[in-house]
């Protein structure tokens, strides 16, 4: 079945830049989203792109989607303290609504 | 800015004993889904609702699971006899306004932590 993926952790330097990648397998993804949780927060929803596009940016965050290696990365300029939260990627495949999430990536953001 | 309310943030419950979690979607959201996620798991989906009727389930979504709409607001998640294993955080999401029925942005609640001693 459909599987998503992605690193479990990323530490970086407050003003940094940080990238979090994902890697998912099924070529009918349709739509592909970034999810940030909080501690005892729910999901909140970032940003997605639509699999025809390889790039999408909305103010700090950077989203690029290279289809063909069905991998996808998050870029999050200056990174600040308050960025701290795991990143979770999903995506959507053309037949359906539901998401398919990866396990979280864990982003420390040190002082 | 609408926001999708779940009840209670946290239950326990005894092995065995129904429970009913509560959602109020966003109103005007036409698609409604329930996801859970057990401790140091992946978010897994559970139903897809829509129309008044069960879009999409996955296989933990057996027959010990329901789902209901019972007034047009709420939107609700019960669990007939719990297992232990069902100790989860279980989120409510919906999407698709009525402009916009492709339901790509799914935006999820807080959720419920379900806790079954």
């Known amino acids: 079945g459909e599987d998503v993926e992605q690193s479990l952790f990323l530490s970086v330097r407050e003003g940094d830049s940080s990238v979090i990648n994902c890697t998912y397998t099924?070529?009918?993804?349709?739509?592909l989203y970034w999810y940030k949780q909080e501690p005892g927060a729910g999901l909140q929803l970032l940003t997605y792109?639509?699999?025809?596009?390889d790039m999408k940016q909305d103010q700090r965050l950077t989203v690029l989607l290279n289809k063909k290696d069905k991998h996808l990365s998050l870029r999050i300029a200056d990174t600040q303290t308050g960025d701290s939260a795991i990143y979770f990627c999903?995506?959507?495949?053309?037949?359906?609504?539901?998401?398919?999430f990866g396990s979280g990536t864990r982003l420390l953001v040190r002082p | 800015e609408p926001e999708v309310t779940q009840t209670p943030s946290h239950q326990v419950t005894q092995m065995g004993q129904e429970v009913i979690l509560r959602c109020v979607p966003i109103s005007n959201h036409l698609y409604f889904y329930w996801y859970r996620q057990i401790l140091g798991q992946k978010v897994e989906f559970l139903v897809s609702?829509?129309?008044?009727?069960?879009?999409?389930k996955s296989e933990i979504f057996d027959d010990q699971f329901s789902v209901e709409r019972p007034d047009g607001s709420n939107f609700t998640l019960k669990i007939r006899s719990t297992k232990l294993e069902d100790s989860a955080m279980y989120f409510c999401?919906?999407?698709?306004?009525?402009?916009?029925?492709?339901?790509?942005?799914?935006?999820f609640g807080q959720g419920t932590r379900l806790t079954v001693v």
């Open positions: 792109i639509f699999s025809n596009m």
């Open positions: 999401a919906s999407s698709g306004r009525r402009t916009q029925p492709s339901g790509t942005e799914a935006f």
């Open positions: 099924d070529s009918s993804s349709t739509y």
């Open positions: 609702f829509y129309n008044n009727e069960i879009s999409e």
């Open positions: 999903a995506d959507r495949m053309d037949s359906s609504y539901k998401l398919i």
